[in-house]
């Protein structure tokens, strides 16, 4: 398989990084960590209403671009790149797609362009305190009543789960067993019945929330029967997205560590003319063009709505997250002991990577998953 870029989606990539570069400097990194919502408001609004990532992959019906996903994977990487500090990944990915295959046609409507504004932050709840990320995980039930459904159960790693305005959530909806029994529904996250508490993780550029659901309103999206199949292919998609944005990480990684390398003098040479470091780097080379090519794949897959994409989304996840995670530690090797400074930035994405390699499901999941997935669409 070729896969090369247009010259309008490298026009895309290049506005972006523009952007990133000039409102996500490391000094801007650290000061938003440091804060609650983790985000800049005024920076996300430009992002959304003046260069319209917001609703990148949105259709155009409501209220978006209407681009393909491989042009939100060149998004997701030049965000991974710069570790973007925002609600991109839960808000336009996660929970618009969700919306996008779940929602019924007012639902769309009424929902999907305040998330393309930018107007509405909003975010999908799947983990719970199994850590699973797929439909055997979830426990949380919901249960008809007057008004909708009444959630119940405790939903954790909610990216931006603290700030979003509301949250899609996959619950059981007790009328079926196992997966066909996970719905999804539409909740207001500042009604009463919900408890939310920001999460102090390792990786404080992507903010995680545990929620507490106790009674709380919960409206259905879509249909009962389309639960399971809907948030399936929601997971697929947002795994492919994060494959993408990781992979912007692992060339971030790499850049900085060839810099270094071609830059520090040691015994009166480069260190980068030293054996061991060019076999790191060369190695390191190798397994990022590897894992991006996977991630560029699936993108494409899904564009194309190929029947392998469920299993090339495992499997570019599996791939960016092993080497994502190499490729951060052996930038920090390479800059020796200021690597393991807090002072050195590295370390940012070192924490990025391992908190990314084990969101939505860690490489050993993802790789008995590609298996079956594999098996079954051949």
């Not at 550029?205 to 389309?226: C, P, S, W, Y």
């Not at 530690?329 to 924490?351: E, M, R, S, V």
Request: glycine share 8%.
């Amino acid at each position: 398989m070729q896969f090369t870029f247009s010259e309008e989606q490298q026009q895309l990539r290049d506005v972006v990084r523009r952007f990133l570069t000039d409102k996500s400097p490391t000094s801007e990194i650290r000061r938003l960590m440091e804060t609650e919502e983790g985000f800049d408001r005024s920076v996300w609004k430009q992002l959304c209403q003046e260069l319209g990532l917001g609703g990148l992959q949105i259709p155009e019906l409501y209220g978006g671009q209407g681009f393909s996903y491989i042009e939100l994977g060149i998004v997701m990487e030049e965000m991974g790149r710069a570790l973007f500090c925002g609600p991109y990944f839960s808000s336009s990915v996660l929970a618009a797609s969700a919306i996008l295959h779940a929602g019924n046609e007012d639902q769309k409507t009424n929902l999907l362009p305040t998330i393309a504004s930018g107007e509405c932050i909003a975010t999908l709840a799947v983990a719970e305190e199994g850590g699973r990320w797929d439909c055997k995980g979830i426990g949380v039930t919901a249960t008809p009543c007057s008004n909708g459904h009444t959630l119940k159960g405790i939903k954790t790693y909610v990216i931006d789960g603290h700030i979003a305005n509301f949250i899609v959530v996959a619950a059981r909806n007790l009328r079926s067993s196992g997966e066909n029994g996970i719905s999804l529904f539409l909740v207001d996250a500042n009604q009463r019945g919900i408890e939310r508490r920001l999460l102090q993780t390792a990786d404080q550029t992507r903010k995680q929330a545990l929620i507490k659901f106790d009674g709380a309103q919960g409206e259905l999206l879509g249909e009962m029967d389309l639960g399971p199949s809907a948030f399936r292919k929601s997971m697929d998609e947002a795994t492919t997205a994060l494959a993408n944005e990781m992979v912007g990480g692992a060339q971030m990684m790499l850049d900085s560590a060839v810099d270094y390398a071609n830059n520090r003098m040691q015994f009166g040479r480069r260190i980068g003319s030293f054996q061991a470091i060019k076999h790191q780097c060369a190695n390191t080379l190798l397994e990022v063009e590897l894992s991006k090519s996977a991630a560029y794949c699936a993108a494409s897959a899904i564009a194309e709505n190929d029947p392998k994409a469920p299993a090339l989304a495992s499997l570019a996840k599996a791939s960016a997250a092993d080497s994502y995670v190499r490729a951060a530690a052996a930038c920090i090797q390479i800059h020796g002991g200021t690597g393991f400074t807090w002072d050195n930035d590295t370390h940012l994405w070192f924490k990025r990577a391992k908190s990314s390699e084990v969101l939505m499901g860690d490489p050993k999941f993802h790789r008995e998953l590609m298996m079956q997935r594999w098996e079954n669409s051949t």
